[in-house]
């Protein structure tokens, strides 16, 4: 999983420390170098805000922005690319994101692909796994797991189903306290992070997925509280619509 030269994808700023804070140093330790590119801004669109928050928009895209830098900093990553696409609306940019993708691979000379699991736990994050699997022509695809809610529990940095080709790394006590800080670096998701565990990460190579298909039966992570009604925090995005976009895509796009 430790390549020479690693391309991050990070669906959210927050992701890389979230999956990958200590996996990160060690692959710094071995020689690799490592960029970052966010697929999203992390805020969710305008429409999505309340109305006295829409007017703060771009001040809380350019504060989660600077967090990231200061994240990267800290980590020891190049940020290369923010895209300039909402939260929750990467599936909608399929095409886009991966030509910018597929340019960054052959501009950075990209040997080594990490993205998170497709595991349910945002729909944003089901898409960056869809796109590196799109571009596994082009490099080795590794996978990292966040979090998710297989069989109704919150479990975090944890495939839910494993093939044996996993790689654990447990975390001793001082890394565990350097990772709770670099989550701390990022105070605009605070509430967004508590459930977070910090004893391990986990990778493998990416693993075959229907993508016309949620991540696993049952409700999904981001579907817990889709009950409570027009709350800016809580996406009520459907898993079907997200497999519809991964379907669509195939069928109309050549790569």
Known sequence: MFGKRILLLIPHPDDEVVGCFTAIGHARTLGAKIFGFYLTTG??????LRSWQR??????QRRRQKEANLVADLLGIEPFHFNDIPSRKLKDFLKPARETLSQAIRRLEIDTLWAPAYEGGHQDHDTANFLANTL????LVWEFSEYHYYRGKVKSQDFFSQNGTEQTIVLDRSEQES???ALSLYPSERGNLRHIDTSQEIFRPLTSYDYTRPPHPGKLFYQRFQWVPGHPRIDYCQPHEVCLAFKDFLETVQY
């Not at 596994?136 to 490099?139: E, K, P, S």
């Open 43 to 48: 805020i969710p669109s305008r429409e999505h």
């Open 136 to 139: 596994t022509g082009h490099a």
């Open 179 to 181: 990772k709770r800080q």
């Open 55 to 60: 007017k703060t928009y771009g001040h809380r």
